[in-house]
């Protein structure tokens, strides 16, 4: 079997299987997340490695009011294998919903509490894959009246 050395690492020796990951979590993690949000809306993404080929994709959301939309680029195909979502405003009855383009991936997740956290019941995986370049991941909110600021957490693996 053979070995490589890991940059960075210099006693570090790795597989082949495991070069190739690591090369794939490089180009997860180097590739440009962006988020852009409806009206007066704002929100920023990012994406980090949590291990085994899985990154975790934070977009952080602030004045997200009823209907509207947050839209995050997607650099690389990828499965949304879970959905959280972090709330640090309470508006009573707020919702998020995780779609590709119109097509619901979760079910709706509370953003109702302050300073709780809510994940999604289930990830409908018929819905949950997304190609690179189609920038068609979206956070929809809906009920409650008022401004909604929080975090959306998705975990995601490279397809």
């Not at 979206?138 to 008022?146: E, F, H, L, Q």
């Amino acid at each position: 079997m053979s070995k490589y050395w890991v940059a960075n690492e210099p006693n570090a020796q790795v597989t082949s299987a495991e070069a190739l990951r690591l090369k794939d979590s490089a180009k997860i993690a180097g590739s440009s997340w962006t988020a852009s949000a409806d009206n007066d809306a704002e929100a920023t993404a990012k994406v980090r490695q949590l291990g085994g080929g899985v990154m975790q994709l934070t977009v952080a959301v602030a004045d997200l009011a009823q209907s509207e939309d947050v839209t995050v680029n997607t650099p690389v195909g990828f499965r949304v294998l879970d959905a959280k979502v972090h709330s640090t405003t309470h508006i009573t009855s707020r919702s998020l919903t995780v779609k590709n383009t119109s097509a619901s991936i979760s079910n709706a997740i509370s953003g109702a509490s302050s300073n709780g956290m809510a994940r999604a019941g289930s990830i409908n995986p018929s819905n949950a894959a997304f190609a690179a370049g189609d920038n068609d991941l979206v956070i929809s909110a809906a009920g409650g009246t008022g401004d909604w600021s929080g975090y959306v957490y998705l975990e995601l693996q490279e397809v």
